[in-house]
């Protein structure tokens, strides 16, 4: 969302992006009335959502996700893994028998300390 001249992201928009991760360059609908589809926005959101999901573990995120599954990324840390799980469309109950507990939580402090890493300029670029 824009607070003046300047783009504060937050944990819907963020989910959006993983949700639509694997067809990003055909649009990223934001909303049920926001669709971006200027490939030069779409670039910059997507890098964005790639540095912020680096940024909240250890496993380095590149966006690389041609020719990978999601047990690819199982030495990536937790918060990491639920995001990359919405990229893949991993349903919780999958994730609970992968030893996953309180998704609905996890989930959400993934995407808040994403938004709080790109709003608050706490990101080193990949």
Known sequence: MWIGDEYKYNKKVLKAIAEGYQIVYEGLP????????????????????????????????????????FKDFRHFGRLQRIVIADIYGIEDKELEGLGFVRIENMRGIAYSRMAHNLNDGNLLPI
Do not use: H, P, Y
């Open 30 to 69: 934001l909303s049920w009335q926001s669709e971006i589809v200027n490939a030069w926005s779409i670039a910059e959101f997507k890098a964005d959502f790639d540095m912020a999901l680096d940024s909240i573990g250890r496993g380095c995120w590149t966006g690389d996700i041609e020719e990978k599954e």
